[in-house]
């Protein structure tokens, strides 16, 4: 578990888990994104294709510069709005 962004708005953490292959076999991983919103006190968690997409859009912002903390929680929000799961703390 790596927290990758923390705004007044969201937090992103990406979850890696190694699973081995057969005992020959190469060792796949296999995690995702969760990705919490502050205010509305929803997360989502995004794994497979949607978190691919997500990590290729943040690495799009990156390389057109240094975005601001407004463009990175913009861009976040397109997949915060998704999450339906709300925030419990124990």
């Known amino acids: 578990m790596h927290m990758l962004y923390n705004s ?3 937090i992103v ?7 081995a292959e057969e005992d020959t076999g190469p060792q796949l991983n296999r995690g995702g994104f969760e990705i919490v919103d502050k205010f ?4 989502i968690f995004i794994e497979g294709a949607l978190a691919e997409s997500f ?3 943040v690495q799009a912002l990156i390389e057109d510069g240094q975005p601001s903390e407004d463009e990175i929680d913009e861009f976040i929000e397109r997949y ?3 999450g339906q ?3 419990v703390m124990h």
């Open 40 to 43: 509305a006190r929803k997360e």
């Open 8 to 10: 007044d708005s969201f």
């Open 55 to 57: 990590q290729q859009g």
């Open 80 to 82: 915060a709005m998704m």
């Open 85 to 87: 799961q709300p925030v």
């Open 13 to 19: 953490v990406q979850f890696e888990v190694p699973t």
